[in-house]
């Protein structure tokens, strides 16, 4: 495949290429979890949804990997540090009972991926304690397992989850894209940002794209 991206075309083949869903979790989509424990607006969030419903079954189609990824910590919280569940007195802390469950804790209502875009059996689903997919989970050496060498991502939010783990995925060799009308941030400002900071200094992070380029190469695929 050769995606029309900034700054320059993203050149991948789909059998060494994995779709990564970056926390697509009611915590963070829907009111009551998390992010609006954060003082966040969450609202914006779901409208990445049908764009990303797009992507997902289109991959699927061509028979490519997807990849899921959730932030959720063990019931008894031992793999959340303490600066992490005390950082800002948030009106609900991790491991607090909310309206969806205890918040971000593996197994809980507020914890599982939103519906429309539930992984399908067989698909790869990541529970990581941090904001990173590669901290303590294994992910890099079952990838590597896999062949893949790029790695095309969706999810929320832009500035925190989706560009931490990207930077990770950089730093350990992957070729990353990050489809623009299918992640967001709960602030403009900074969606906007991360994206023209990924892509500057030729690609020094990775590319971006609209998921319409990546679709137009996927059609046909099977
Ligand atoms: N607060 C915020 O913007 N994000 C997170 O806490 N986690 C993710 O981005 N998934």
Redesign the pocket.
């Known amino acids: 495949m050769r995606i029309d991206a900034l700054p320059f075309p993203f050149a991948c083949e789909l059998s060494k290429t994995a779709l990564v869903v970056?926390?697509m979790?009611r915590d963070?989509i829907e009111p009551g979890g998390?992010?609006e424990s954060?003082g966040?607006d969450v609202s914006r969030l779901s409208a990445i949804v049908p764009a990303c419903q797009r992507v997902l079954s289109a991959w699927r189609n061509a028979g490519g990997l997807a990849l899921h990824t959730r932030?959720a910590h063990r019931p008894d919280l031992s793999d959340c540090p303490p600066a992490k569940r005390d950082r800002g007195s948030p009106a609900l802390r991790i491991g607090d009972p909310g309206p969806m469950g205890r918040i971000l804790v593996a197994g809980e209502p507020g914890c599982e991926i939103i519906e429309p875009l539930r992984p399908l059996a067989g698909e790869w689903v990541i529970d990581k304690p941090g904001?990173g997919m590669f901290h303590a989970t294994g992910i890099h050496e079952r990838l590597g397992a896999q062949g893949i060498s790029h790695l095309v991502f969706m999810?929320?939010?832009t500035?925190?989850?989706?560009q931490t783990s990207m930077r990770e995925a950089n730093d350990r060799g992957y070729d990353c894209l990050l489809l623009e009308d299918c992640t967001e941030?709960?602030f403009p400002e900074y969606k906007s940002a991360t994206l023209s900071m990924i892509r500057a200094q030729g690609a020094i992070v990775g590319w971006t794209s609209l998921s319409e380029a990546l679709l137009r190469n996927l059609i046909g695929m099977r």
Do not use: A, P, R, W
């Not at 500035?159 to 989706?162: G, I, K, L, M, N």
């Open positions: 970056i926390d979790q963070f998390f992010g954060l966040n932030e904001k999810g929320v939010t500035e925190v989850c989706v941030s709960y």
